[in-house]
């Protein structure tokens, strides 16, 4: 067999991808490394021991920061904004099949937010919930903060969803007797229950790690985004990198446990 000789453009994207997976990883690397020092570590190489003192002493009582809290309250607020991500996403969806009057401005006003920078949306929602004297929060203009960043990535998912979606299957179900609830409860959801499983991934990592729309609407409380940059200028320890890899963990476990459930969705519908 006659192998076909690679050219320049080959080697020169080659090392383009290679320092790209340098530059994305590189830093990770170094933080779950420096993690895993021993207890007398510090914040720069070389190492100083080996042992997971700060993995333990994570669950201790910090001189600075709240861990725990911070952990469950963004842990809390994504659940939140994927449950209403994936609600209002799968409706939208379903709206934009038919015409209707408005239909074009509406889109373009779904999806305005993407394009505004995050810093500003969260400095306006801040004020007008000081304006209208309400006291921001995470779990109230937070919350809707993080919509204006999910809601349009999830509208759009599910627009290029239901342009492939096939109405025949619909029809088919019709012509046997099924009603419209029916129809869409037992042709329709399990057809695209993959992709909703995507855009709920998608609306939770989104929140879980959204900083910027956060820091004029949490309040009091910080979630943990916030609590890991204020802790940046006050913790000395590698305590903060041993919190960065086990939300980092606790990230890949999400996207695992996802991924898992698409593809258990997948195999039961070919089956069925």
């Given amino acids: 067999m006659i192998s076909e000789k690679r050219g320049r453009s080959f ?25 895993f020092q021993g207890p007398n570590g510090g914040l720069t190489f070389p190492m100083n021991g080996v042992s997971l003192h700060w993995f333990h002493n994570l669950t201790q009582q910090q001189a600075v920061g709240d861990f725990g809290g911070s ?22 969806g379903l709206a934009f099949r038919r015409r209707f009057s408005g239909a074009t401005p509406l889109f373009y006003l779904s999806v305005a937010s993407l394009v505004v920078p995050s810093i500003v949306v969260s400095l306006g929602i801040g004020v007008m919930f000081q304006q209208l004297g309400l006291r921001p929060s995470w779990y109230g203009s937070a919350f809707g903060a993080h919509l204006t960043w999910t809601l349009p990535f999830g ?48 609306g939770f990592t989104l929140s879980y790690d959204e900083f910027a729309r956060t820091l004029m609407t949490a309040g009091t409380y910080n979630t943990l985004p916030l609590e890991i940059y204020a802790m940046t200028t006050n913790v000395t320890t590698p305590v903060l990198y ?15 446990t996802a991924l898992g459930v698409i593809v258990w969705l997948n195999r039961r519908r070919t089956k069925g």
């Fill in 155 to 202: 509208v759009l998912i599910m627009f290029a969803v239901f342009n492939r979606f096939s109405p025949s299957y619909e029809e088919a179900a019709r012509d046997l007797g099924a009603s419209s609830w029916q129809t869409f409860r037992h042709v329709v959801l399990p057809m695209i229950a993959p992709m909703l499983t995507g855009v709920g991934l998608f």
């Fill in 11 to 35: 080697w020169v994207l080659a090392v383009f991808f290679a320092l790209f997976v340098v530059f994305l990883y590189g830093p990770l690397s170094a933080i779950v490394m420096l993690s």
């Fill in 71 to 92: 952990f469950r309250r963004s842990f809390t607020l994504g659940l939140m904004v994927m449950s209403v991500t994936v609600l209002v996403s799968l409706l939208a």
């Fill in 242 to 256: 041993a919190l960065g890899t086990v939300t980092t963990l606790f990230s890949l476990t999400v996207i695992g």
